[in-house]
């Protein structure tokens, strides 16, 4: 099956740093990336759907000047927290979507759990 | 808008015993149905969908689920619970929206325990 790695899998940091999560489609291209984030006992919300060589599209009530994204290849989205704080505490996960057409599915990364001090 | 309601945020069963998740949609078109499985700190894995066709989906790990269209459900059903089945399980729905773009939404979640 379609395999979706995130890196890294898990970061701690200082509040006011930024930092960067890497999601790679590895056997497949991905036009279409998913960022979720998901709080402890939750259910996964969309934060941004990111588009190859576009623009993403971020879902309302996320701020895209702190959660940057760039998707700048097919098999590469990166979504950065800028001046992190300890509420964006939280469980990071992608999902790629293949650029053939397909049903829909989407490929899960293994998640990226960000937390800050 | 499309949205899932899980019932019941969590489900004790017995090793050995039925397992049985509900889930019911709601979608202005037809839907797209699709069953997660959640392991900690993991990401999502595919355990079964829906799109069109036969109504009764198998999935991996013994997983099957029932898309009824008049009861607007896709409850997911495993005949005999195992240790291992011990996990959050997320129903979502999808479906096509402004853009273009095929949007997931995803049930609050269930989790599931199996008692030895």
């Known amino acids: 099956g379609a395999v979706v790695s995130q890196h890294p899998s898990w ?6 740093t930024s930092v960067k999560i890497e999601c790679r489609s590895l056997d497949f291209q991905a036009t279409t990336m998913f960022w979720y984030r998901q709080f402890p006992k939750q259910s996964l919300m969309l934060m941004a759907t990111s588009n190859e060589g576009s623009k ?6 996320v701020e895209k000047d702190k959660f940057l994204i760039n998707h700048a290849s097919l098999t590469l989205s990166t979504l950065t927290v800028t ?7 939280s ?27 | 808008a499309q949205s899932v309601t899980q019932l019941g945020s969590h489900v004790s069963v017995s090793e ?6 509900r889930c019911n949609y709601s979608s202005s078109v037809p839907p797209y149905l699709f069953w997660y499985v959640q392991y900690p700190n993991q ?19 013994g ?14 059903t495993k005949p005999s619970a195992h240790m291992s089945d011990a ?4 129903c979502a729905v999808s479906e096509a929206y402004s853009g273009g773009y095929q949007k997931v939404t995803f049930g609050t979640g269930t989790k599931l325990q199996v008692i030895p």
Request: glycine share 8%; hydrophobic share 40%.
């Open chain 1, 56 to 61: 993403a599209t971020y879902e309302q009530g």
């Open chain 2, 43 to 61: 990401g999502l894995q595919l355990l079964l969908k829906y799109t069109t066709g036969a109504t009764l989906v198998k999935g991996i790990n």
């Open chain 2, 63 to 76: 997983f099957e689920a029932e898309f009824k269209k008049s009861e607007t459900s896709f409850h997911l």
């Open chain 2, 16 to 21: 050995g015993a039925l397992v049985l998740l």
């Open chain 1, 11 to 16: 970061v701690i940091c200082k509040s006011g």
């Open chain 2, 87 to 90: 996990a959050e399980y997320f």
């Open chain 1, 83 to 89: 001046s992190a704080h300890p509420e964006d505490s």
């Open chain 1, 91 to 117: 469980f990071y996960i992608c999902s790629a979507r293949d650029a053939l057409p397909s049903t829909n599915e989407q490929f899960f990364g293994p998640g990226t759990r960000l937390t800050v001090l």
